[in-house]
């Protein structure tokens, strides 16, 4: 991770970074978050905590949520940390009930945990396509159907934002993940219209390329074209995906259900983004 990327998922920066929000917005409230021990996930819960809220956090790697836990509670937070693995229906079903009898409420649900490997989809093994598949869709399609029903049962409102990649011009070296966001994109415009009765409010944000540690993961080689990704020529910072999921959480989102708000610099419009290296055949 490059000096850069490291200062903008630095917790000290994050808890310090300029926010357009009011520090009360949440006052009372509780907000839950996967993937909150890095990267977006990170960002989004200590906003949240910033600006009120109680967290609930969860991953599968319980040291990673214990730093930020013991980060927010420095600043006088309140968290609750859950090791979870989302893809299986027994933990998520066994963290939306700790987070209940601890907290008596859940208000807010953010679905960030996920991840994918770069390779040329023509290789990938039917085990690699299925662990995609399976961390984001049926990882996030478990949560997202969880919180409902949590709402169906203890009340509402409540709101779902799900962290998906931009899918309108697919991505080169990462086709398993932007299916598994397609079909999370889909049931969010399907189950905001089941779910509206119940109070319940379900959109996406899409971030394009985020400057995090997730982007280890993508050789050298598609690291360096990373500027080209979008007209702005950067990567988007962590503080500027969570302060999407707040807008879309709070009541400035009040009226938006079923929605994907796209944050990624204009690169749906204009830019390349080769994953995992660009072909000969595209080389100018
Ligand atoms: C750039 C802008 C867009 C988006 C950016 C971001 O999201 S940044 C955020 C990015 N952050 C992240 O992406 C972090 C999260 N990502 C992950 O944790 C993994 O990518 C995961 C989803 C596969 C883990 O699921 P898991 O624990 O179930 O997986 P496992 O390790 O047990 O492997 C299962 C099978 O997958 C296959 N396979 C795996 N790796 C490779 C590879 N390099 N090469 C080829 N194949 C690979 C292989 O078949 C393997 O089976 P094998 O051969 O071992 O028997
Ligand atoms: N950075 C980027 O450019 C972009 C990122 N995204 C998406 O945003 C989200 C966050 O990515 P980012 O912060 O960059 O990357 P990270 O790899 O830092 O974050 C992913 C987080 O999800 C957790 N996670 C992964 N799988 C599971 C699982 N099965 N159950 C519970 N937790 C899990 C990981 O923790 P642990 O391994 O401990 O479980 C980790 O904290 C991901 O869904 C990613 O695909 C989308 C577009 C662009």
């Given at each position: 991770m490059s000096p850069e990327i490291a200062a903008l998922n630095n917790p000290?920066?994050?808890?310090?970074?300029?926010?357009?929000?009011?520090?009360d917005l949440f006052q009372g409230k509780v907000a839950l978050v996967s993937g909150a021990g890095s990267g977006i996930g990170r960002a989004v819960a200590l906003l949240f905590a910033r600006l009120g809220a109680k967290?609930?956090?969860?991953g599968r790697t319980p040291e990673k949520l214990e730093v930020i836990a013991e980060f927010v509670r420095s600043k006088g937070g309140e968290v609750l940390v859950v090791p979870t693995n989302v893809r299986e229906p027994e933990q998520v079903?066994?963290?939306?009930?700790?987070?209940q009898a601890h907290y008596g409420r859940i208000d807010y649900t953010v679905n960030n945990a996920g991840g994918q490997f770069p390779q040329n989809a023509i290789d990938y093994a039917p085990k690699g396509w299925n662990a995609v598949i399976n961390n984001n869709l049926n990882g996030t399609w478990l949560m997202m159907q969880r919180a409902a029903q949590h709402w169906r049962e203890h009340g509402g409102p409540g709101s779902i934002v799900n962290i998906v990649v931009v899918i309108e011009r697919g991505m080169p070296g990462v086709a398993h993940t932007v299916a598994?966001?397609?079909?999370?994109?889909?049931?969010?415009?399907?189950?905001?219209?089941?779910?509206?009765?119940l109070g319940v409010r379900v959109n996406?944000?899409?971030?394009?390329?985020?400057?995090?540690?997730?982007?280890?993961?993508?050789?050298?080689?598609?690291?360096?074209?990373?500027?080209?990704?979008?007209?702005l020529k950067r990567p988007g910072t962590p503080m500027e995906i969570?302060?999407?999921?707040?807008?879309?959480?709070?009541?400035?989102?009040?009226?938006?259900?079923?929605?994907?708000?796209?944050?990624?610099?204009?690169?749906?419009?204009?830019?390349?983004?080769?994953?995992a290296g660009r072909p000969d055949y595209y080389r100018h």
């Open positions: 000290e920066n994050l808890w310090a970074a300029e926010t357009v929000y009011r520090p967290l609930v956090i969860c079903d066994a963290l939306f009930k700790k987070a598994a966001r397609a079909g999370i994109i889909g049931a969010t415009r399907t189950v905001a219209v089941e779910w509206a009765p996406c944000v899409a971030p394009g390329l985020t400057a995090t540690e997730g982007l280890d993961v993508y050789p050298p080689e598609a690291q360096k074209e990373f500027p080209l990704a979008n007209p969570a302060e999407s999921v707040i807008y879309l959480s709070a009541g400035s989102g009040s009226f938006i259900t079923g929605e994907v708000v796209t944050v990624d610099g204009g690169g749906k419009l204009w830019g390349e983004l080769w994953t």
